[in-house]
């Protein structure tokens, strides 16, 4: 069993920064899929970001350039670097990973982007 825990979400103001945290419940130098997801009212749930195997980090294309994803294997911990923030990325965010060819969930951190 693994489990994530999300932090850092709240209410920012548009091209305001925040990042989210997601702490793993073990040790994640052994972990080779993270990614974050968010889900917006009404929409599914869609892929921000994700660390492949290989350790390279893919982007949706509505975040490239304005999010950065990173992962520090002494903390067990997962980022999530948003700049430039726009009302539509508001959604509940959420960190996932996969281990043992089971995927897990964290509860998600709302982010709210408004004036």
């Known amino acids: 069993q693994v489990q994530l825990v999300e932090s850092g979400g709240g209410l920012v103001q548009p091209g305001g920064s925040q990042r989210l945290s997601c702490v793993v419940s073990?040790?994640?130098?052994?972990?080779?899929?993270m990614g974050w997801y968010r889900q917006a009212p009404g929409k599914e749930r869609e892929r921000v970001a994700a660390?492949?195997?290989?350790?390279?980090?893919i982007y949706a294309d509505s975040v490239k350039g304005r999010f950065t994803i990173s992962r520090d294997n002494a903390k067990n911990t997962m980022y999530l670097q948003m700049n430039s923030l726009k009302p539509e990325d508001t959604a509940a965010y959420y960190c996932s990973c996969v281990w043992r060819w089971t995927t897990y969930w964290g509860q998600g951190t709302q982010v709210t982007v408004s004036s």
């Open positions: 660390l492949t195997t290989g350790g390279s980090a």
């Open positions: 073990k040790s994640i130098s052994s972990i080779n899929t």
